[in-house]
Structure formats: structure tokens, C-alpha cells
């Protein structure tokens, strides 16, 4: 029985929820989770000047995979409407 207590212990230490991610890397590209982009129009972005490196990321596009936290990702839904401000 003790053993089968231990056994438990152990198991749920290893099995732990990753932390969010710091919010130092949302900051290095400029993006913020309270985005005030989220629900615009992608047109308000040619009016804006942003530090690069910046993409714009539509519905279906194929884009690279590698990971740039200085870098700002806009993704559009098929409507030309923001949907999400990251770094990545």
C-alpha cells in the first residue's frame, strides 16, 4: 500500500501543465494578448509602420515554421478581419 502511495506521488510530479509562455517574448515583437488590432480591418495595417520583421498571415497561406520571437505574425480570416497578433 505505502508503495502504491509512493508510486502516485511520483507519477503526478511528473505530469505537470506547461507554463504559459513569458510575456517578455510577446513584448519583443510588439504584439500583446489585448491586442487593440484584433477585429479591425486589414486595411488599417498600410497606414501603420511596424519594426520588421512582420508578416501577414491569410487563411491558407503557407508560411515558414522557424521561430523568430522578434518577429510580428497577423493572422487574417477570409474577410480581411484580424483574428490573432503573435510573435513567432
Known sequence: MRFTV???AA???CTQIP???PTG??????AS??????????DILAAMTFPAPMRVIKPGMAITMDYN??????DVD??????????G
Open 33 to 42: 494578448p489585448d491586442s487593440n488590432l484584433v477585429g479591425q480591418s486589414v
Open 69 to 74: 520571437p522578434k518577429r510580428l505574425n497577423i
Open 6 to 8: 509512493l508510486a502516485l
Open 19 to 21: 507554463p504559459d509562455p
Open 25 to 30: 517574448e510577446s513584448l519583443a515583437c510588439g
Open 78 to 87: 477570409d474577410k480581411g478581419i484580424i483574428t490573432r497578433v503573435w510573435c
Open 11 to 13: 507519477l503526478t510530479a
